[in-house]
Structure formats: C-alpha cells, structure tokens
C-alpha cells in the first residue's frame, strides 16, 4: 500500500461531497436521532453540575441546614445514574453508527467495482483500491460518526453554560465571555497544526517501515555491495526526522492545552475580581461565584472539540473525495436496457430465457484499441467452430491476450462484432456468456479459503463428490488428498499455501466442474517440474475435449495439439493452420517452435543430470 | 537491576541517554502539583475573604490570613486573581514541560531502538534473513517498537502521575478532614479493577473486530486480484454475497467492541461521578456539622475530580504492562541472533584477482551436502564459465566466495588468504555479483547505478550502462536516468533488471566479478553485445559467469561442469566437445536446433 501517493491536504472543504456522504449517516435515522437526544441530555447534566454545587452551598452550606438534604442527595444520584447511562448510549450508539456506515459505504464501493470494466481496472493498481476501500472509507466514518456526537454536546454544552450564566448574573457572563474569541482562535490555530503534524508523522512513520522492508527484502545485495553503513546513514535521516516531527507534535498539543487552560483561567480571575465585588455589595450569592468559577474552567472544552472537528473535516478531505469519486466511476460496458430487460442483469439473471450456447465464436472485422490512440486488432476476422482448439503464438504484445479478452468479453470491439453461435453478443447479457466460459490465467488466482471451496468457485452447490470427480479428470486427486486435510486444507491468501503447479491443477479443476462450452486459457511460462508438468498437460488435454477453446500457448504439446495455430503479429494472423503445415511454411513459427524445442530439450538435459 | 540490564541488552541501549528526559520528566510531573494551590486560592477567597472565616485555612495561608488582614483583600481583590493566574501559569508551564520531556524521552527511546534493530538486521547472517518471515520482521520492528515507546516514555509517568496526584491530594485533605479525604478515595479500588478487567476483555474483542477486518480485506483485494477469474466464471453475485457476509461480521464484531466501550465508559463514568456525589454529600454533612468550611469542600470536590479520571486510566495502564514485555521479549529475540563475524584476522590486503578452491564441502546442515569437495584455480584476468545441472550448488560456489555462507570444510582461498582470513566488507567490495534476480533499491535508476559510488560522474555513470546495453533503454524512458525504480516507480522487465545491475556492478571496479545467471532474461544479441562490451575494458577482472548458454560458455578460459555438487568436468570448449557429457549434450541440443551461432561463434 506504500505505493500509493497521498493527495495533499490542505484542500478548501467541499461541502458537496460531505453532504452525500452525510447521506449515509442520515439513513440511519434512528440511530442518529438517538445520539443527538442523548448527547442534549448528557451536555445538560454536564451544566447541572454546578448548579447542583451552587444549591449546595447556598441553601446547605451557607446556611448551615440539613432541610432538603435528601431530595437534593436523590437528584444528584439520579443525574449521575442518567449520565452514566448517557455516557455508555452515547459510546454505544456512535460505534454503531460508525460501524454502519463503515459497512454501507464499503458495500456501495465493492458493489460498484463489481460492474466497473476492465479499463478501470487496468490501469489503477490493487493497493489503491484496497487503500480507498479500507482506510478511506474507515476515517471518513469515523469523522462523520463522531462529529454527529461531538457537536452536538458542543453546541448544547456551550450555549447552555452562556444561558445559565446568563441568567445567574448577566453582567458577569459578559464579562467571562470576552474569553471566548481568544478561545476560539487559539483552538482554530493549533488543531489545524497538531492534525498537519500528525499526518507528517505518519508520512515518515510509513517511510520508515518501507525502509526497513528494503533492508530485509534487499539483504543479499546490501552484503554484496557493502551498503550497510549507507542505507544506516540514509536510515538515521529518517528516524532523525521521525523524531523531530514527532516531539514537535507533542510539543504543539502539549502547548496547545495548557495555554487554554491558562485562557480558560484567565476567565476564571475576573470572574473572582468582579465576583467577588459583587458578593460583597451582595448582587450575587457565594454559590453564583462557585458556579461561575466552575463554568470558566470548562469553557474551553466545547470550543475546542469544535475547533478539532472542523480540522478534522479538512483533513479528510482528501479521503472523501477519493472514495466518492470511486462511486461516481461511470461503467463503460453497460448492457442495452432491453437486454436487462429479457435476460437480466449479473444479480439478478434471467435463466429461463437465456438460450443454451453451442460454442461457435466469430470475430466480424473486429478492431480494438486500449487507448484512441492506437489499435491492437485492425478488422480481424476468425470463425471458431464449436469444440475446435486454437492455439494463439506470437510475440508479447502482439495482441494475443486482446483477442482473449474480447472472447471473455473483458472489452469490446472497438468496431465490428463477436459473434457466439451467430449473435452479436451486446445484444445478449454478459452473464449469458459468462457462465458458460472457462478461464484459466496465466498466474493461476486462487481465493483464501479450502481447496474445496476453490474448486467450487463457479458452482457453490456442488457435492463433495462432483468436486473430487472433477480433480481426479485433471489429475488433482492424488496431490490433494495426500495433503494432511485433504481437500479442506487451507490454501492461503492468493493460494500461497500451495505450490504453482498445484494451483494451477486446483483451477483446472475448477474449469472441469463449470463445465463450460468455451475454455480460456493463458499458459504459464515458469518453469514447474517434470512430474507436474506431465500432470498439467494431461489434465489441459482432458479440458480441452468438447469444448470450443483458446489458448495463449507457450508449450509446444499444447501448440501441437491444437486443431488450429494462428500466428498472431501486429494485430492481425500472420500464419495459421495445423503444426505440420505450419513447419512446412519454415516461416515464424517454425522460428519459435524449434527454439522452444531446443530450450524444453536443454532443460530436460540440466534436470536430468541433476538427478 | 544491572542483572536485568544484561538480560535486556536493547533496553538498556535504548535508555541510554534517555533516562534524563525521564527523569526531568518525573520532575516536570511533581513541579505539576502545582496546579492543587489553585483551589486552594478559591477556598482561601470564599471562606476567609468573602466570608471573614480563617478557621479552615491551613498553616502557611492562616499566618497570611493573620497578617496581612481581610479588608486589604477585600478592597484588592486583584490580588487573588493574579495569584490565580500565577498559579495556573505555573502549572501550565510545568504540563508543557512534562510533555515537552516525555515527548523527547519517548522519541528518543523509539530512536534508539529503531538504529539499534535495523543495525542488527543489516549484521544478521544471509541465512537469518531466508529462513525468516519478512512481514513478521517488519511488524515487529513497527508496532513492538510503538508499543514500548508508548509504555516506556508516556504510560509509565503517567502511572507516576497519578501516584503522585493522590499523594499530594491526600497529604492536603488529611489534616483537614480525614475521614472525609478517605472517603474521597473510597471506589478508587473498584475503579482500578474495573478499568484493568474491562481493558483486557476490550483487547480480547478488538483482536477479534481485527481479524474479522483482516478476513475482509483479503476478500477484496483477492477480488480486486482476481477480478477476471471472478468475471469469467460470471461469480459478481456469489461475491458480493461473500463480501456481504464478512462485511457484517466485521460490522457486528466491531459494533460488539463498542459495546463493550460503552460499557466500560459508563460504568467507568458512574464510579467516578459517584465518587465525586460522595465526596460532595459527606462534605455538606459536615459542613452542616460546623466541621468543614465551605472554602474547604470547594477543595475536596475539586481534588476530587482532580484525582478520579487519572485513576481510571491506571487499570488500563497497567493492564498494558503485560503487553509491553511480550512487545520487549520479541524485540529482544531478534537482537540476541548471532550477527556476521570476523571468524580470522580481517585482513585487508590488495586483491589481484586469483581465486583457488580447496577441497570445498558446504551444506545447509543436510546430510548431503550442496557442494562436495571441489577444487579448482583462476588466475587474475581469466575467465570461468559454470555449467550445472538444476540444484548442483552453483549459487553455493560463488556465494562462497564473498562470504555470505562458510564453508563446512576446506577453504576458498583469494590471492592465497584463506577467504575467512579476509574482513568482510573488503572482501565484497573486491568482488563484484549479479544475481539472476537483482534487487533494485526504490530510487533512481542513476541513484541506482551509483550506489556504491554516488560521487561518480554521469560519464562513468552512462559508459558502464552502455556496457550492460542498456543506456539506450534507459534513455528511451521519460525521464531517462532520474526514472523511479522499485515500488514507487516503474517496473523494469527481467532483463532490463539484470542489465541495470550489472552496470551497477561494473561501478564497483572490482577485481573479480561474477554473474550468476544474470543475462538469463536477457535475449542472446544483447546477450553477445554485453560480453564483447566487457572484454573491451580497459582493466580484466577475473570473471566468472553461470550461465547455460554454449555461446556463452565457449569463450571462458575454462569451464567447470558441476553436478551434484562435484566438478563433474572441466576443461576449455574444444576440450569438452570431444567428450560425452553434460556439456557436450547441451551444446549439441543448441546446435541442432537451428541456432548456428553455437557453430559459428564457438569454434576454438
């Protein structure tokens, strides 16, 4: 997730962005309302405090009487019970407001990205998607979640403190007020510089772990090139620098509240001068002054939790805009509204009209471009019959992969068409197609979860038996059951449990338990070892029976093999026809395939005489 | 205590130099009690100037009282205000300072201990950093090292800070009321069990909303991953089904957490409220009683309050301290690995380039070993071609060389010293490698390039990219030789890789290189371009080269055949070819298949 660069933060507020995302909160209409009743309740019995004590001393204390000593005793317990319970509400509600949120604008993300098209995600990296669908999307709840509560007691805090000062004694509320403003500023001017702070903090903090990262993944050659002391030098920069931001974040928070302490005590004595006069000419009681001694000292707290949020907000800012900006991502394949209408959509598929798919596929002067700017196919043109194997060969970057992903219908045809069993396949939904295909890619993907569960991936309702059918067809069997859980054993994430050439035995299997009428697959290079590689072309011979298949090909059985073998270069088939015919045109491919040949060959010598 | 400083030894590193700032620190914490003079202004204000009663006050402020008299407060009540404020500025003062010095001990700590690991890590023996988990290590180095940062610098002054609160608190109410200071007291010890039992079990469920959001996020970025397999199969449904299912468990896990906060904050709350309600209704008793002055209940509530939210955080702090040592045990393992030594007497002498193996065994503690016994001499200036079968120990034979593993018998003696004779940093930087996967450091290519001389000038910089063929490649990028490589940057193809790192090795100037199957991603011309590149410089390294390329091979001095870890054959081209073995098989398998450069290229 290093990769990522982060947007800058201080951007101005765009309070339309804010406002959609408060959208989320306000659904949850309940919850919300219950945290604002709450937070008013809790916010009044906080200013019920000293009013309490200035009761207390007026009628007890000063006038040294027990009467009314009891129901008083009860109103207090009972507050203190109140807000104890507000606190826990408040507490309760909020996470759960939060955690819905979280959970809504995250399920909104992922159900998007379900339908955005692969132009999308070519060209944005994985981590970034994580980065926004995760982190983002968690600090932006969280601020929206907790601002709700905190400003709410703010508001009602603070403009109940004001109104029962007020009415104890007007002249003396005016007076403490005149902190306020220099309250407000100070407030203002330090949250905005502890938050940019604690970002650089961060900002190193993740530089920091890049580095020792590099430290570990880069051992071997940090020795070889005698680089230690270097990188100690460049390390010791970013530590130096961690430290520097980081006690200058201390400082500045530590600055921050003994100055408005200080501010807040500064109310507290003119409240003591001008009280205190006022006592003695009698204008207000002893238990005025103690209220209003009290009142001053907690001033500050509201305005600067005030003052905190609107920092806050600025600083997601960012967050916010990526994550919405992710939701609004228009979809560039968007089915005709009466194909939904006939066949429905990828959630909600219309079965029972979908006609079976035989598995012919014709590409009618199909041009197609990732960018305007150039294209990768020019009006190419192929009919597939129904369980015929292609083989595609050809350069990297000649355009094999593109002709895949047309098939998949991964993109479409810039101009011209695909034809499956003789319709354009725009006019029927992509699920239609979709169930019907097989797809193995190059990196075999497995899901973290059990084998079994992998090899169920396309038909989550079949039994254990269908499963272990389907792996014995691909030669699977036998590897996973001498596992020690056999098929429930767990793959790991990406399936790093396993080794390539099981994951890729795993995904045939999968392949076989779809059963589908068209087959993609896109050969791995790397290397796996001789046992395994005898398994895997079984198992590809096994696939390919019956089934209308393409395959990006780099091994030579599977090349052989095919029914056809289209040479593809520069966007369009330079040879085509069976091994034998092609040998004999001595053109590309008689090029590739006895340096392919030569290379298995030698291979073959190094593994054998290593054995 | 020095026991347990030799028992910690990266502890002790790190709190070294800090234990200042601690104790300053510690001294910024008590100047902070300060702040209990303020109520004490207010008590003295209502009770003897407002209310003319001086029979509360204690000792130093009754004199006051006494001597100065009531009318002079009344007519400067000023006076108080400033004494307020001097007080409050005081204490002010001493917070800042308190953060101030635990900031600068916390840092300082964390500084120590960062320096001190990645030191360690960079010392560790090749073999360490293989067999260990780089995630593990990395998490480690992070969050362990936040962890007793936090403990070390911040928690344990504030669970100084609260003793020292209640201390203070408690020596001022005693005299004035006892029963009533205790009283102050009375949940404290609920209120510490309370914190300390809650904190675990919110740990306990916070591990639990973790991993739930660990399960989550591995569902989308395996889905993000795998979005064409999802897509192919047509599963968007069935995922987001799946999505939907960890989503709400996650939601419900960490909705239970809070829960359980909540709980903890109220109840919490409750317990410290009621101690205050305690505080205030015992204190109207007696005052009602004619016991307690009303200046003085001012003091009990305000300490009061002073005291609770402080203790309450101390259940918690201390509920912590288990973690920090687990935190401090795993740091502490990583640092008692053995780091990479001088077995011999770390000479440094001038390196010429000849290179003997004696009777060379090596093994990674397996019964058979990866090398048995393999002798051979390279002269200064020659070249030595390695052909090997898969798993022979080629890799092994020339790591060797540099020291990054030791020989289990035998030696590899350079120049004649014995390589374990030879200090290790010298010995690499005489010898030059590139591996058949280089690392490329996330920095400029031309940083890159440098990086063992960052002082060297472009020319030298472009003449050994151009050496390794790909100064033109370079070029053709944007922005040429400034171009981002690693994890911020561009991805380099293979061969791209290998020929960046072979220029940086050319930079070395060393006086034996080795490529250890590093042109394997690189196509035969360039191949071809780069040895004839090499054998033009100026000054000729001993060179060895793995590779299983015949073209390659048949221009060395001589080559070894390794199989399973003997020299299996040896010998020039010509001498090779005329007999049967591995050698003669591949380069019979190049030739027929049509590659006539083995003919032309090879004949000796």
Not at chain 1, 26 to 48: E, K, N, P, W
Not at chain 1, 250 to 266: N, R
Not at chain 2, 569 to 597: F, K, N, P, V, W
């Amino acid at each position: 997730m290093q990769g990522i660069e982060e947007q800058d933060f201080d951007q101005k507020l765009d309070l339309g962005t804010w406002k959609r995302l408060f959208k989320y909160a306000f659904s949850y209409r309940g919850v919300v309302l219950q945290i604002l009743l709450t937070m008013g309740t809790v916010a009044a019995i906080d200013i019920c405090y000293p009013l309490l004590a200035r009761y207390a001393i007026d009628n007890f204390v000063v006038q040294r009487s027990s009467q009314g000593v009891l129901p008083f005793a009860l109103l207090y317990l009972a507050l203190v019970v109140l807000q104890s319970l507000g606190t826990w509400m408040f507490v309760e509600r909020g996470g759960k407001l939060e955690t819905l949120i979280t959970a809504r604008i995250r399920d909104d993300a992922f159900c998007h990205l379900q339908e955005l098209s692969f132009s999308y995600y070519d060209k944005t990296p994985v981590g970034y998607l994580l980065a926004r669908t995760v982190s983002d999307v968690t600090s932006i709840s969280e601020i929206i979640a907790w601002s709700i509560v905190d400003v709410m007691w703010a508001l009602v805090y603070a403009v109940g403190c004001f109104a029962v000062m007020f009415a104890l004694s007007p002249k003396l509320a005016l007076i403490v007020m005149l902190i306020v403003p220099f309250l407000a500023v100070v407030s203002v001017y330090f949250q905005r510089r502890i938050l940019r702070c604690q970002r650089d903090v961060r900002k190193v903090n993740s530089r920091i772990t890049g580095a020792y990262n590099e430290s570990i993944m880069g051992a071997m050659t940090t020795k070889t090139l005698v680089r230690e002391e270097a990188n100690y030098g460049e390390f010791k920069v970013l530590i130096d620098e961690m430290r520097r931001t980081s006690v200058h974040s201390s400082v500045l928070s530590s600055t921050f509240m003994p100055l408005v302490m200080l501010l807040g005590s500064v109310g507290t004595a003119m409240a003591v001068v001008f009280g205190g006069g006022m006592i003695t000419v009698g204008a207000i009681s002893l238990g005025t002054l103690a209220a209003f001694i009290n009142y001053t000292t907690q001033l500050f707290d509201p305005i600067q939790s005030l003052a905190r949020i609107m920092a806050e907000f600025q600083t997601a800012q960012a967050s916010a805009e990526r994550v919405i900006s992710l939701i609004d991502t228009p979809l560039e394949i968007r089915e005709k509204p009466e194909v939904e209408r006939v066949f429905g959509t990828n959630f909600e598929p219309k079965r029972e009209n979908w006609p079976p798919i035989t598995g012919e596929v014709e590409f009618k002067d199909v041009s197609f471009g990732y960018n305007q700017k150039e294209l990768v196919l020019k009006n190419f043109n192929l009919l597939v019959k129904p369980g015929e194997t292609i083989a595609l060969v050809g350069e990297t970057g000649a355009g094999k992969s593109t002709i895949v992903n047309l098939v998949c219908r991964f993109y479409e045809p810039t101009s011209g068409q695909v034809l499956i069993d003789g319709v354009d396949y725009r006019e029927r939904s992509s699920l239609w197609l979709q169930e019907s295909l097989g797809y193995v890619l190059q990196t075999p993907h497995l899901f973290s979860g059990t084998i079994e569960e992998n090899i169920k991936f396309a038909r989550p309702g079949a039994t254990r038996q269908q499963v272990e059918e389907a792996a014995r067809l691909v030669s699977a069997h036998d590897f996973i059951t001498a596992l020690k859980d056999g098929y429930d054993t767990q793959v790991g994430e990406g399936g790093a449990l396993l080794s390539t050439g099981q994951k890729q035995l795993v995904s045939f299997a999968r392949v076989i338990l779809a059963d589908p009428r068209i087959f993609v697959l896109d050969e791995a290079t790397s290397s796996i070892d001789t046992e395994t590689e005898k398994l895997i072309q079984r198992a590809i011979t096994r696939i390919l029976k019956g089934r209308t298949s393409f395959i990006v090909a780099h091994r030579l059985s599977t090349i052989r093999d095919a029914d056809r073998i289209l040479v593809i270069r520069d966007g369009g088939i330079s040879e085509s026809g069976s091994h034998s015919e092609l040998m004999a045109l001595r053109g590309y491919y008689y090029d590739l395939y006895t340096n392919q040949f030569r290379d298995e060959q030698q291979m073959q010598a190094l593994k054998e005489a290593g054995e | 205590m020095t026991n347990n400083f030799q028992r910690f030894p990266l502890l002790s590193y790190s709190l070294k130099g800090n234990v200042r700032w601690l104790l300053l620190g510690a001294v910024a914490v008590v100047g902070g009690t300060v702040s209990f003079l303020t109520p004490m202004v207010t008590g003295f204000l209502v009770d003897f100037v407002l209310r003319g009663d001086s029979s509360g006050l204690l000792g130093p402020l009754k004199t006051l009282a006494d001597r100065v008299g009531r009318d002079y407060f009344l007519a400067n009540l000023w006076v108080l205000a400033l004494a307020l404020l001097l007080v409050t500025g005081l204490s002010a003062l001493f917070n800042h300072l308190r953060g101030r010095f635990t900031a600068m001990a916390a840092e300082g700590i964390a500084l120590r201990m960062r320096s001190a690991l990645y030191t360690h890590l960079q010392d560790l023996p090749y073999d360490y950093h293989k067999h260990t988990s780089t995630g593990d290590l990395v998490q480690r180095c992070s969050s362990d090292v936040a962890m007793l940062r936090r403990f070390i610098g911040v928690q344990m002054l504030e669970i100084l800070r609260t003793v020292v609160i209640v201390a203070v608190a408690l020596s001022i109410m005693a005299p004035i009321n006892g029963a009533l200071a205790l009283a102050s007291t009375v949940t404290f010890p609920v209120l510490i069990v309370c914190s300390g039992v809650f904190f675990k079990k919110v740990r306990a469920q916070f591990t639990l909303a973790d991993e739930a959001e660990g399960r989550l996020s591995t569902m989308m970025q395996e889905n993000y991953s795998g979005v064409r397999v999802v897509r192919a199969f047509g599963q968007q449904k069935q995922e987001i089904q799946r999505f939907r299912l960890l989503n709400s468990d996650y939601q419900a896990k960490s909705y239970r957490l809070s829960r359980l906060l909540g709980a903890f904050w109220g109840i919490s709350d409750g317990l410290g409220y009621l101690q205050i309600f305690t505080t205030m209704m015992l204190g109207i008793y007696f005052c009602v009683k004619g016991e307690l002055t009303v200046g003085n209940l001012m003091i009990f509530t305000s300490y009061t309050s002073m005291m609770v939210w402080p203790v309450r955080q101390l259940g918690r702090v201390l509920s912590d301290f288990g973690k920090a040592t687990v935190s401090l045990g795993r740091l502490e393992e990583i640092m008692s690995a053995p780091v990479e030594k001088e077995p011999g007497r770390a000479l440094t002498p001038e390196i010429r380039g000849r290179v003997e193996f004696r009777e060379v065994c090596f093994g990674y503690d397996r019964p058979d070993d990866v090398l048995k016994g393999v002798s051979f001499t390279a002269e200064p200036g020659q070249t030595v071609a390695i052909l090997g079968s898969t798993g022979s120990g080629k890799s092994s034979l020339v790591q060797l060389m540099q020291r990054l593993y030791r020989c289990t018998s035998g030696g590899v003696y350079i120049d004649g010293v014995n390589v374990d004779d030879i200090e290790r940093h010298h010995l690499r930087r005489n010898i030059g490698i590139v591996l058949q996967e280089p690392f490329l450091y996330s920095r400029t290519i031309a940083e890159n390039i440098k990086i063992v001389r960052p002082d060297a000038s472009e020319q030298e910089m472009r003449a050994a990219a151009a050496t390794a063929a790909v100064d033109e490649v370079i070029m053709e990028f944007k922005d040429g030789y400034d171009t981002m490589v690693g994890e911020r940057g561009v991805t380099l193809s293979g061969g791209q890789k290998q020929r960046v790192a072979i220029a940086r090795m050319l930079m070395q100037q060393a006086p034996i290189i080795i490529f250890d199957d590093s042109m394997s991603a690189v196509d035969t011309e360039t191949d071809r371009a780069i040895r004839e590149a090499l054998r033009n410089r100026r000054s000729r390294s001993t060179t060895f080269i793995i590779s299983h390329r015949i073209t390659t091979l048949c221009e060395a001095d001589f080559i070894l055949v390794l199989e399973n870890g003997r020299v299996a054959d040896c010998g020039t081209h010509s001498e090779l070819m005329s007999r049967d073995g591995l050698y003669r098989r591949i380069a019979d398998i190049q030739t027929l298949a049509g590659d006539e450069e083995v003919s032309d290229q090879c004949r000796a």
